[in-house]
């Protein structure tokens, strides 16, 4: 069980956590942000042919500090410790871990080799930003399992599930009609805090550019596709707009029929789009979009379109492609059919209408290249992103999975630069959270204890690897 920040703060106060020194501000919904502190070790590859860990190499690394005046500046490709600025004790019945934020594993995500789910993403793999220009994936965390959870619902219908600290770029309600859409960085936990309002909702997501899928070799004009799928789908006889009959003119010329190409490919015949379609280039999604609506839909005099089908999972296939084009689209259903409307050429948002609490599920998160940290997810393309250090190509992690109970002292932290240029690390900057977890009794054998030999027990500042003390020990 997460502790939540009431329970934090209670601890806190009880003096079963300690933090030292403490800010109030720093406390998150079910977290406590840290600080870096001015100590970092920096290593010398060069005064040792190679790491041996039996042996303690303690040249190794060199101990520097740093200033505001002076801070640390972290190179492309370098790897260095740190230290948290706080000191954090826990008792013998809590563990605590120093993470990021995360969404849960089944999270659908538009790759440029077709959709897989945040549990399949791996570093390498090339996402797409909220312009939806492609961005690489550039680390992934480990599946993190008994974070808080929460389900972020969209007007569109859109739900996602995420910890309570991951992190979203809503515009405020009440700057819907500035035309430089200002827009904030919030926690899930802060988002459901602030849901509404003036009788509205207050946080809204700006949908995401067109997609950037590779132009593809496709069986047969994706116009012409649209025109099949959508004249099959719902079109009564006869009803096809001039556009519509001067294709069918020019099929009948060449004798080409859009399902006979299908069928020489070996893809379906039938009215629903196959994939290589849904992930080809923007303008052959968007000559796809226009046989549709050509034949399955109609667009009116103020620009607004609805493609309509009887059949749910072709519906789904049009609010995609509708989505993956930046549009917009909601998914309603009519009766005994189902409407896909959108407003073509004009930039749309969606409204987060609910935050429900749910049971907590397996989260990871991963660190893109995009310079604004946002990649998209699910099938509607919504942008999320990573953390704030983490877009700028900086990743951290404690040196610990989990922090034991019985812990007392500072944190020592992995530093990576994965960026093209060098960051600069301010002492008392935010670093990362620590969240902390309720064992179901207390330790036997807590942190520090002398069956355990914790060669950690009471560190300060960024502390070197003491490995080789496990053969000195003869563990």
């Given at each position: ?87 954090v ?18 999270t ?54 995420a ?18 859409r200002?827009?904030?960085v ?29 132009e ?43 399902r006979?190409?299908?069928r ?17 280039s ?9 046989g ?5 839909g ?47 050429g ?13 049971e ?58 994965v ?22 009794e ?25 490995y ?8």
């Amino acid at each position: 069980m997460v502790l939540s920040d009431a329970t934090i703060a209670r601890y806190l106060a009880d003096g079963r956590i300690e933090i030292d020194p403490y800010d109030e501000a720093l406390l998150q919904p079910s977290s406590v942000d840290v600080r870096v502190d001015r100590l970092f070790r920096v290593f010398h590859n060069n005064r040792y042919p190679f790491i041996d860990v039996k042996v303690d190499q303690s040249e190794l690394t060199e101990l520097v500090e740093v200033d505001d005046a002076h801070p640390f500046v972290l190179h492309p490709g370098e790897f260095v410790l740190g230290s948290t600025l706080e000191r954090v004790r826990l008792p013998d019945d809590l563990v605590a871990r120093l993470e990021g934020k995360a969404l849960a594993l089944d999270t659908e995500v538009p790759t440029s080799e077709g959709w897989r789910t945040m549990a399949d993403v791996e570093p390498g793999d090339l996402v797409f930003d909220e312009l939806g220009f492609p961005c690489v994936v550039l680390n992934a965390t480990p599946p993190m399992a008994d974070r808080p959870c929460r389900e972020v619902v969209f007007s569109d219908g859109t739900t996602v599930v995420a910890d309570v600290d991951h992190l979203w770029r809503t515009v405020d309600a009440r700057r819907q009609t500035d035309p430089s859409r200002s827009s904030d960085v919030l926690t899930t936990g802060r988002i459901a805090e602030t849901l509404r309002h003036g009788g509205g909702y207050a946080h809204h997501v700006p949908s995401a550019g067109a997609v950037w899928y590779p132009e593809r070799e496709l069986p047969i004009d994706p116009y012409a596709l649209g025109v099949r799928v959508g004249d099959g789908a719902s079109t009564p006889a006869g009803a096809a707009c001039a556009g519509v009959a001067a294709w069918r003119t020019r099929r009948d010329e060449r004798e080409e029929s859009p399902r006979g190409a299908l069928r020489e490919r070996g893809l379906p015949g039938d009215e629903h789009i196959p994939g290589e379609y849904l992930r080809a280039s923007i303008e052959q999604r968007s000559e796809l979009l226009d046989g549709l609506t050509d034949t399955a839909g109609h667009v009116d005099e103020l620009g607004r379109c609805a493609l309509t089908t009887l059949e749910e999972p072709l519906a789904l296939q049009y609010a995609e492609l509708v989505a993956s084009l930046g549009f917009g689209p909601t998914l309603a259903r009519r009766g005994q059919s189902f409407e896909v409307r959108f407003t073509r050429g004009r930039p749309a948002s969606r409204a987060i209408t609910e935050v429900r609490e749910v049971e907590s599920v397996p989260v990871r998160c991963i660190e893109v290249s995009s310079a604004s940290g946002m990649f998209l997810v699910t099938r509607s393309f919504v942008p999320t992103h990573n953390s704030s250090l983490g877009r700028l190509g900086l990743l951290i992690h404690s040196t610990a999975g989990f922090i034991d109970p019985g812990w007392d002292g500072h944190v020592t932290l992995e530093l990576s630069n994965v960026a093209n240029l060098p960051i600069t690390i301010y002492p008392g900057m935010k670093i990362g959270q620590i969240s902390f977890m309720q064992m179901t009794e207390p330790a036997r054998t807590p942190y520090g204890s002398s069956e355990l030999g914790s060669k950690y027990k009471g560190q300060q500042g960024p502390t070197p690897s003491r490995y080789f003390k496990n053969f000195e020990s003869g563990e």
